[in-house]
């Protein structure tokens, strides 16, 4: 039995449950028109750019150039992961994979997040090793090529920008191309700076500054990702609140047993359980449901309603 068709049957356990599984419109994408065209446009432009700013940092002998470039490289493996993931997500479940393989995008966000730090790391290493031991910077071809930097990232950036609201693994990509046009913006400005004074500390500094902005944007991703691969309830989401809701319910006693997590960065799950007096009907499982989807965005929502005659739920 495939996941979209055990999701629409509903059957009773031997002590008077009733399992409803609702899911509200756009619970299911399957089918979805795919987006992957953006992840594949930005890797092609950047991974093309990586040679170019890395020949001309050989060439003007420019470790700020030669620094960026590896940035430029991280955001191409990121850009792969978050449109491989993107791809993953779209393929059908399995009877092994019953959700299928929504899961890679928040895996993906992770990884993006994670590489993000790293970056930073380098970064900072570079810039300090940078301060102790100055080198003279080729402050012109630095400006123009870091400027045709900006303007590449900048530009992919621009893909994500209304997709990174309510998807964790676009924003991840988002935030990549944001971050990478910071750096190149920083190197022109430090060239710019180091072209008229001379000051050849500008360099560093410029490159420590940018390393604090980049990771005061990717914290937020790192621990929203990280909180969604350990299934904790969505970010903007109170709990109670839902149980409360599910207990106003027509009907419904008590509601207990509640979970909610991250099915991918776009898609929300759900299950319960309910005491009623009487049994669900199919009216009562299709309110939960719009409610839920209405209200919380939640497309998934498995209910189990446990009648108060019946003995009470022996899991509980």
């Not at 500094?205 to 940018?210: A, D, F, H, T």
Request: charged share 15%; hydrophobic share 50%; glycine share 12%.
């Amino acid at each position: 039995m495939t996941h979209d068709q055990a999701d629409h049957d509903h059957s009773h356990g031997p002590r008077g449950h009733d399992h409803g599984h609702a899911h509200g419109p756009g619970g299911h994408h399957h089918h979805a028109a795919p987006e992957d065209w953006r992840y594949g446009v930005g890797l092609i432009v950047n991974l093309i750019f990586v040679f170019i700013e890395f020949g001309y940092g050989i060439a003007s002998s420019s470790t700020a150039l030669i620094a960026d470039a590896g940035h430029n490289l991280s955001d191409v493996l990121g850009l792969g992961l978050a449109g491989g993931a993107a791809w993953l997500a779209r393929r059908a479940a399995t009877n092994r994979r019953t959700y299928g393989y929504r899961k890679a995008t928040v895996l993906a966000a992770l990884g993006n997040a994670i590489i993000l730090v790293f970056a930073c790391g380098a970064i900072a290493i570079e810039a300090v090793r940078r301060a102790f031991y100055p080198l003279e910077v080729a402050s012109t071809t630095v400006m123009v090529v870091a400027g045709i930097g900006f303007i590449i990232n900048l530009g992919t950036a621009l893909l994500f920008l209304t997709s990174r609201k309510h998807d964790l693994n676009a924003r991840g990509a988002w935030l990549h191309m944001i971050a990478d046009a910071a750096v190149s913006i920083g190197v022109v400005i430090a060239g710019a700076l180091i072209l008229f004074t001379g000051w050849s500390w500008i360099d560093p500094l410029v490159g420590l500054l940018i390393v604090v902005v980049i990771l005061w944007g990717t914290w937020g991703l790192l621990t929203e990702s990280l909180d969604m691969a350990l299934d904790s309830a969505p970010a903007g989401l109170d709990v109670e609140e839902i149980r409360t809701t599910l207990a106003g319910l027509p009907g419904v006693i008590e509601a207990h047993h509640l979970h909610v997590w991250s099915l991918s960065t776009t898609e929300r799950a759900l299950t319960a359980h309910l005491v009623r007096a009487e049994p669900a009907t199919a009216e009562f499982y299709e309110q939960a449901q719009t409610l839920l989807k209405a209200r919380f965005g939640v497309g998934h929502a498995t209910l189990q309603v446990e009648t108060t005659g019946a003995g009470g739920c022996a899991e509980c």
